[in-house]
């Protein structure tokens, strides 16, 4: 019985670390992940679609998640894993080129192999652009970076 509940408290505990590395190493706005737009319509829809507060948001890992269909909300809460963007949210192409955690512009975003990438999009930058140019080793040092960094 007590070594149940030593399980239990260590699970808690690992769950919390979880979630605070998440909270701290994900790109959110006090606690608000991809600036409220909806995570599952980027691979459903194909497109970038704002969620709505209306119908409340969905917490997972420490972070908020809102929707802008009932349907998506619901499909999210399945399976959240599948719909989280890459490298916590930020800059794809900027984690591949430096390491570094730089915004983006939700609305620059690009699927690839069922997963959501975003990029940084504003004063002329449009880093989708210079992503594409040379993806395969940008996508490589991306992920090798984002593992330094988070560590699942």
């Known amino acids: ?31 608000l992940a991809l600036q409220g737009y909806d ?10 679609v ?9 917490l997972f890992e420490g972070l908020q998640y809102r929707f802008s269909s009932f349907e998506n909300k619901e499909t999210f809460k399945k399976d959240p894993v599948t719909y989280i963007p890459q490298y916590g949210g930020w800059c794809a192409y900027a984690m591949g ?10 609305e620059t ?12 999009n504003k004063f002329f930058n ?10 395969q080793s ?3 040092q991306a992920d090798i970076n984002w593992h330094k960094i988070y560590s699942y």
Do not use: R
């Not at 449009?126 to 993806?135: D, G, V």
């Open 97 to 106: 080129s430096d390491g570094s955690k730089v915004p983006v512009d939700p």
């Open 1 to 31: 019985m007590i070594s149940c509940f030593l399980c239990c408290i260590s699970f808690f505990a690992q769950s919390q670390d979880h979630s605070a590395q998440k909270l701290a190493n994900f790109n959110h706005t006090d606690g």
């Open 50 to 58: 704002k969620g709505k507060k209306d119908l409340g948001m969905v």
């Open 39 to 48: 995570a599952v319509a980027y691979l459903k829809q194909g497109k970038a």
């Open 126 to 135: 449009n880093t989708l652009k210079s992503w594409n140019k040379n993806e």
């Open 109 to 120: 975003f690009k699927i690839l192999d069922g997963k959501v990438y975003l990029f940084y």
């Open 138 to 140: 940008l996508k490589k």
